[in-house]
């Protein structure tokens, strides 16, 4: 089981830039595909974006695409959200989660799917 530790959260003005990452420990990084959640206050955990373990495919949530873009690099066992023209709305904390199923990334995942997971970053966003 992966190990993962979320960082680079922050206070950001609106229509800022701010970029999370999250760091993997163990030895197989690149078989894991990984995704990234979130969950503000009073509501419930969501699928912000996902990426498969050799970063060839991604999939967004629709209220992200466009201004998030998640990436990794397998060498460091890093996984990135550069987030974008961030809204107040995107205030939340932010988790990174690592999954051993096969995706199509034609679809949002379930949270079920996703085994591991970091202790969140939070991101607040001022208006």
């Known amino acids: 089981q992966v190990q993962l530790v979320e960082s680079g959260g922050g206070l950001v003005q609106a229509g800022g830039s701010l970029r999370l990452s999250c760091a993997a420990s163990?030895?197989?990084?690149?078989?894991?595909?990984m995704g990234w959640f979130r969950q503000a206050p009073g509501k419930e955990r969501e699928f912000v974006a996902m990426?498969?373990?050799?970063?060839?495919?991604?999939y967004y949530a629709d209220s992200v695409k466009g201004r998030f873009t998640i990436s990794r690099d397998n060498a460091k066992k890093t996984v990135y959200l550069q987030m974008s023209i961030l809204k107040p709305e995107d205030t939340a904390v932010y988790y990174c989660?690592?999954?051993?199923?096969?995706?199509?990334?034609?679809?949002?995942?379930?949270?079920?799917?996703?085994?591991?997971w970091g202790q969140g970053t939070q991101v607040t966003i001022s208006s």
């Open positions: 163990g030895r197989t990084f690149s078989g894991y595909a």
């Open positions: 990426i498969s373990g050799s970063g060839g495919y991604t």
């Open positions: 989660a690592a999954s051993w199923r096969r995706f199509y990334y034609t679809s949002p995942p379930s949270l079920s799917d996703f085994g591991s």
